[in-house]
């Protein structure tokens, strides 16, 4: 069976790690993001990308070096997790697809989709800007829908 892979936004790796969610309106977004990322740890035939900008969003978002080290090597030591570099052609086809947006979409989440289109991966994201431009160019979802 072929590998599956997922491409996860900065946002729902921000969900898990920062606990995001609001309880008392249903299931609470980290735990959804834990969910799904533990459904993809213990499956034979997933896994998650992640690049160097996704790591470079946490870095600056999570706003402390030892909780942002402390995740880095989580994302680093998990086996179903893979490092993928951006290469010069995923630049340009982001760049384009920046500009097919009318720049509404921020060239790191066009770059995102590029990452996607060639490693043909799904976007998981809860952006919905985002997925409402990516759904016409690669396979995009929140989620709570690949959990079903």
Known sequence: MAQKSF????????????????????TPY?????????NVMFSE???ILYSGFILRELQFRLKNDKVY???????????????????????VLARKLE???CFEISFYDCLHMAICERTNSVL?????????????????????NLLL
């Not at 980290?30 to 533990?38: L, R, V």
């Not at 809860?126 to 979802?141: G, N, P």
């Open 30 to 38: 980290w735990k959804i993001a834990k969910d799904f990322i533990e």
């Open 69 to 91: 080290k402390e995740k880095r090597t989580f994302l680093r030591e998990e086996p179903k997790f893979k490092f993928i570099k951006v290469i010069q052609e995923d630049k």
């Open 124 to 144: 998981v994201t809860r952006d919905y800007d985002l997925i409402e431009f990516a759904k016409d160019y690669i396979k995009v979802q929140k989620p709570e």
């Open 45 to 47: 035939n997933k896994e």
């Open 7 to 26: 491409y996860l936004d900065s946002c729902i790796w921000l969900n898990l790690f920062k606990k995001e969610g609001d309880p008392r309106k249903g």
């Open 99 to 101: 500009s097919e947006s």
